[in-house]
């Protein structure tokens, strides 16, 4: 309730700095020639500053400096937009159904009501536009349809109960319109905020490290979290976050936490993770020092309970990162790994469930592995973006794109969803285009296919990786 009450309270100071700003503009009579150009002034100064308080709103509570700077400029630009295109198209209608003067009859509520309706639903779905989410647009413009009907209907007689009649015909003037704009900032504020709320299905919630109680939407197919401020779920405060940490796959009605290459992993239930985990509402984990947890609506949690892929549980030793076990050739302790595992204090946990890697690779305690993997391990290092210094192990098959498990770029618009296809091979890696838009680059050429050897440089979208050999 606090972060819709917020953003109503900011729309209303919004609505009536723009108020203040173009009171003194308006002509003193009603049937001054100039009244709809200075009215016109006064649509477009409103809905500005509407827009920036909506949209940096919206940019706080992503969290990062970049993202309520971008929030502001972003609910400025399509914040006016959306105002003035509704403020044209609900006078068109009002004009259309109830005649041009509508505004000099006693008390004109309907028209009113309509024309303030379409200037809100318009301003709720260009505040919306800054998320580039469709649910977010179109929770914005019912919100703004709702709130600027409200404020519509109680225009006149709030503006003639507290002021006075300014002309004959009935318009209501200085007290309705210093009432009525920050009014309409307050309602569209409000509702646009609650409808945001009211319809997502999945959020993540920070329950322990910086601004603790911060929640977050997954709404997209692949949503992003690390410290750097472009990803969904920005993480600031902590070196141990990588740029780029982990990911949240929408997969029907599962969501399937990754870890992203990050240096030290991801914590799940107690566990770091060495394979993707289907998360089960109410889950926790760990990225870095931050612990949050998964959360879900209703009807959500009755989906993942259908169609879930049910964890395996933990038996006996912690699970190994698989290129710990290639790398060692057996199960069993591991100085680095449990040096990592120091960061996933299990009694911080609701849990103790997770996804035993031996389960997942058909591995028994104590069976060498030196047959199912022939080939020696390499290592893809990033060179550049927000994925620098990361490793990824090479081990099998591995798919590279903006939608993809293995080696996710969800941050990049410059790969495509299904960008290339790269394999382990005895003398380096095979990398293979998957007809990307922008093209596969080995050591500066553009290639469909073709082998990798250690030292290699292979770009992908605008990220670059070296070939590296494991030892």
Not at 65 to 91: D, P
Not at 142 to 163: C, E, K
Not at 448 to 453: D, F, K, L, N, S
């Amino acid at each position: 309730m606090g972060k819709m009450l917020g953003r109503a309270i900011l729309c209303a100071i919004a609505g009536l700095i723009g108020w203040l700003i173009t009171e003194p503009m308006l002509p003193k009579e009603f049937a001054s020639p100039n009244w709809a150009a200075a009215e016109f002034r006064m649509v477009i100064i409103a809905m500005l500053f509407t827009g920036l308080a909506a949209g940096f709103h919206q940019g706080y509570l992503k969290g990062g400096r970049r993202n309520i700077l971008l929030g502001l400029a972003l609910g400025a630009v399509f914040g006016t937009i959306g105002g003035v295109l509704g403020y044209q198209i609900g006078g068109t209608l009002s004009n259309a159904l109830f005649g041009s003067g509508w505004a000099l009859r006693p008390f004109p509520i309907i028209p009113r009501t309509l024309t303030f309706a379409m200037i809100g639903m318009f301003l709720g779905a260009g505040v919306g536009v800054t998320q580039f989410r469709t649910r977010i647009i179109i929770a914005g413009a019912f919100g703004g349809l709702l709130g600027g009907g409200i404020a519509g209907l109680f225009f006149d007689p709030l503006g003639s109960t507290v002021g006075q009649i300014i002309s004959a015909g009935g318009e209501s003037g200085f007290a309705g319109r210093a009432l009525m704009w920050p009014f309409m900032g307050f309602t569209v504020g409000l509702f646009t905020a609650w409808l945001e709320q009211a319809t997502r299905q999945a959020w993540v919630r920070l329950i322990v490290g910086r601004n603790e109680g911060k929640e977050w939407p997954i709404d997209a197919t692949q949503t992003h979290l690390g410290r750097d401020e472009r990803a969904h779920v920005p993480l600031f405060g902590d070196n141990n976050v990588a740029p780029l940490h982990a990911t949240i796959t929408r997969q029907g009605p599962q969501y399937i936490l990754h870890d992203a290459g990050s240096p030290i992993g991801t914590g799940y239930q107690g566990v770091r993770m060495s394979a993707p985990v289907a998360l089960q509402p109410g889950d926790f984990f760990q990225i870095g020092p931050h612990q949050l947890q998964f959360l879900v609506k209703g009807s959500a949690a009755r989906r993942i309970h259908e169609g879930r892929i049910q964890p395996q549980p933990i038996t006996g030793q912690l699970p190994t990162p698989l290129n710990a076990i290639q790398q060692s050739g057996h199960l069993g302790p591991d100085t680095t790994v449990a040096a990592s595992l120091a960061n996933f204090p299990p009694q911080d946990w609701g849990g103790q469930g997770g996804v035993d890697q031996r389960a997942q690779t058909g591995v028994t305690s104590g069976t060498s592995v030196t047959n199912q993997n022939p080939h020696p391990t390499y290592t893809l290092v990033a060179l550049d973006g927000p994925l620098t210094g990361q490793r990824f192990p090479i081990t099998a098959p591995t798919e590279a794109g903006r939608e993809s498990p293995g080696i996710n770029l969800g941050f990049d618009p410059q790969t495509s969803r299904r960008h290339a296809f790269i394999s382990p091979t005895p003398n380096g890696l095979h990398i293979k285009d998957l007809g990307s838009t922008n093209g596969t680059y080995l050591n500066g050429q553009r290639i469909p296919e073709a082998a990798a050897p250690t030292g290699s440089t292979i770009k992908i979208g605008s990220t670059s990786f070296r070939v590296d050999s494991s030892p």
